[in-house]
């Protein structure tokens, strides 16, 4: 039989899977974050030992990406009590507009729920100021003014 007419398995045309990448820099997590990551992985072993079938290995994937997260996790030390920090809640005025955010970790983000990565741009900027104080962003100097924070 020609080798045109075999069938080969549908796994031979699939693009390689890659590992989950993970972010550059420290592992900074805060208690919430560091819970949530043993979490996750507790899920994860959890979901890769009684799946036998259903996409066994993007959990496995996922597993040695939260295994790693959880081996280099660091709990960050606590902000000073009067400037921006890894965990601190900080609320400004950007655009006119009152915001607020806390500054977490890369694998606790959620801008969605006001969660910002302490390598976020925004978090960047806030981070080492103090109330009252102006900063720059986005290309202004003056865009952002601390109002409060909060440990």
Do not use: C
Not at 118 to 133: C, M, Q, T, V, Y
């Amino acid at each position: 039989m020609s080798v045109a007419f075999r069938r080969e398995s549908d796994e031979e045309h699939l693009e390689p899977r890659f590992e989950l990448p993970i972010p550059p820099g420290p592992n900074l997590v805060t208690p919430r974050g560091l819970a949530q990551i043993e979490a996750r992985v507790a899920e994860l072993e959890q979901a890769v030992a009684a799946a036998a079938a259903a996409e066994p290995e993007e959990r496995k994937r996922a597993l040695r990406y939260w295994r790693q997260r959880l081996a280099t996790a660091q709990l960050a030390p606590p902000p000073p009590a009067d400037e921006a920090g890894f965990g601190s809640r900080v609320t400004f005025l950007l655009n006119r507009e009152r915001r607020s955010i806390t500054i977490v970790g890369d694998d606790e983000a959620e801008p969605t729920a006001g969660l910002i990565a302490f390598s976020a741009p925004l978090a960047r900027a806030l981070i080492g100021a103090g109330e009252g104080d102006r900063v720059a962003f986005g290309g202004r100097a003056d865009a952002i003014e601390l109002l409060s924070i909060d440990g």
